[in-house]
């Protein structure tokens, strides 16, 4: 059996608002648990409270995931300042109208 190769190079990852859309995709699963509280007494009457705590449970990875995607934004603009501080000659952290 032969080994199967790409015939071409993966893309580029999309980046976009990427805190933005974690956290409307938490609230999103924060709303449709409570949409459906009102009815818990309906999903399980048909063996589906499933549904309920799935929404909940999804809102709560959503807090998991705002931090961490919050501290990733923060880490990527922290490091691309770093950068931009050695091209031009300076270190992390120094203003260029500061004295020592």
């Known amino acids: 059996m032969a080994k199967?190769?790409?015939k071409h190079e993966a893309p580029e990852p999309l980046e976009g608002p990427v805190v933005g859309t974690?956290?409307?995709?938490t609230i999103l699963w924060f709303v449709l648990f409570v949409?459906?509280?009102?009815?818990?007494?309906?999903?399980?009457?048909?063996?589906?409270?499933?549904?309920?705590?799935?929404?909940?449970?999804g809102a709560?990875?959503?807090l998991i995931g705002i931090w961490y995607v919050r501290k990733r934004d923060a880490a990527i603009k922290r490091h691309a300042a770093a950068q931009a501080a050695r091209a031009t000659?300076?270190?992390p952290g120094s203003h260029p109208g500061a004295t020592a």
């Open 60 to 62: 709560g990875l959503g």
């Open 4 to 6: 199967w190769t790409p």
């Open 89 to 91: 000659g300076q270190t």
């Open 22 to 25: 974690i956290t409307g995709g």
């Open 35 to 57: 949409v459906q509280v009102p009815f818990y007494g309906w999903f399980d009457d048909r063996d589906l409270t499933w549904w309920v705590w799935t929404c909940l449970a």
